[in-house]
Each structure stands twice: as C-alpha cells, then as structure tokens.
C-alpha cells in the first residue's frame, strides 16, 4: 500500500480565516479523495481530486469552500475556506489500492489526517 | 438518512473471546463491503473487505460475514487481543470499490479488557 503523509497533523485556527492542507503519496495512484470526519460522525466523501482537471465534488460540498488542487499523481491540496467553527473536523486524504498488474483493488488507503479547530 | 448504520457505538469484549462487530445498509446498490480500523490520531487502516458475490471472506483472526437478504454484514475477531482496541468502521460502495467513494458508519469503539 502507498505511504500518504498529511501536513499538518493539527491545526488551530480563527474564524474567517483559510487553511490549506497538503497530501503527499510516496508513488503514483489514480485516484485520489478527500473526507472530512466531524466530532462524532461518520467520514463523509468531500470530493474526487482530479489530476489535470477540476475535482468532482459531493452534494453538499462546492469548490469555493473547499478548493481543490492535484498538479500531479502523488500530490493534492484541500483548502478550506472561511472557516467557521462548523468546519472544525478531521480532513483525511485518502487513495485507491493498486495491485501489483497496477489494477485498483477496491480498497483505500487513508492519511493520518488533519485535525482542525476552528474557534 | 443514514446508508450504513453501526447501531452500537462501543462494545467491551474481553481478551481471548470473540468480538462481533455489526453492521447495516439500506442501499441495495451498495456491492462492494470493507472494514476499517482506526486508532487515536492515526487514519484509518483497511482491515478487511467482502464482495457481494460472496458471504464469508477471511484473514487470520478477522472473518468478514455478509447476508445480502438482511442487508447486514459482520465482523469476527478471535481471538481478541488488547491491540485490537480501537475504532471500527463499516464502510459500503458500488461495484467499482473505493474508486466509487466510499459510504461509512459512524464506528464502533470496540474495548478489549484484559
């Protein structure tokens, strides 16, 4: 499985404000996604970051709050914008499984996650 | 409305038994079924998965157990260890698995007493 680093690990911010929120993959994947998990709730699917293109993203969610980057197969940013306390969550990167023929094999694989507080 | 539900927020099993983690869904679209563990300030880590094709999927200590008709699936740790304490999440998609996005549960704290 690929090895997903996040930065930060943890954050604490002021209302208004914007964080962006990087994930690095140690080799190239496919797909690759956003969650978010707030206190309490399930991880819920924020959007598809799309290499060379616009992400696509889930009802409910919409690129001004959360723009979306992907330059390349190993690298995505999450921006989260004009934070309230409401965005106070967890944001995880996460990316397909690739078996060894490089065919995707069903799972993902998260990142450590990114915790902010928004106050 | 809630598509897969984990209706028991914690279980306390004690080490050496069984553990039985349960889990629900509404969406008879959903054909693909993995299970998650995720530890305090970690991600979550992939434990196990079952397609529906099939109703017992299993590695080592961990059996996954689907019932399509009831739309419900289950996951057997045994025997319990004190390193299995952690949050499980179920977590449901379409055919094409991850890549589809995936739908989760709310978790269960499972606490293994030693």
């Known amino acids: 499985s690929a090895v997903i680093s996040q930065k930060p690990s943890r954050d604490i911010c002021q209302r208004g404000t914007s964080l962006t929120i990087q994930c690095q993959v140690d080799s190239q994947v496919t797909m690759m996604f956003w969650y978010r998990q707030q206190p309490g709730q399930s991880l819920t699917l924020i959007a598809t970051?799309?290499?060379?293109?616009?992400?696509?993203?889930e009802s409910g969610f919409v690129i001004d709050k959360f723009p979306i980057s992907r330059p390349n197969l190993t690298f995505s940013t999450l921006t989260v914008s004009n934070m309230s306390p409401e965005d106070s969550s967890i944001y995880l990167c996460?990316?397909?499984?690739?078996?060894?023929?490089?065919?995707?094999?069903?799972?993902?694989?998260f990142g450590e996650g990114s915790r902010l507080t928004v106050l | 409305d809630q598509q897969v539900k984990q209706n028991s927020p914690s279980l306390s099993v004690q080490e050496g038994r069984i553990s039985i983690l349960n889990c629900d869904y509404t969406n008879s679209m959903f054909d693909y079924f993995l299970w998650y563990k995720k530890y305090p300030a970690e991600g979550p880590t992939f434990l196990i998965s079952?397609?529906?094709?099939?109703d017992k999927n299993e590695d080592g200590r961990f059996t996954v157990f689907l019932n399509k008709s009831a739309k419900h699936l289950s996951l057997h740790i045994v025997p319990s260890q004190p390193g299995d304490s952690a949050v499980y999440f179920c977590?449901?998609?379409?055919?094409?698995?991850?890549?589809?996005?995936?739908?989760f549960g709310k978790g269960t704290h499972l606490i293994i007493q030693p």
């Open positions: 996460s990316v397909t499984g690739t078996g060894g023929s490089g065919v995707d094999t069903g799972e993902l694989f």
């Open positions: 970051a799309n290499q060379g293109s616009e992400a696509t993203y």
């Open positions: 977590a449901a998609s379409g055919p094409g698995g991850g890549a589809d996005g995936l739908t």
């Open positions: 079952i397609s529906s094709i099939k």
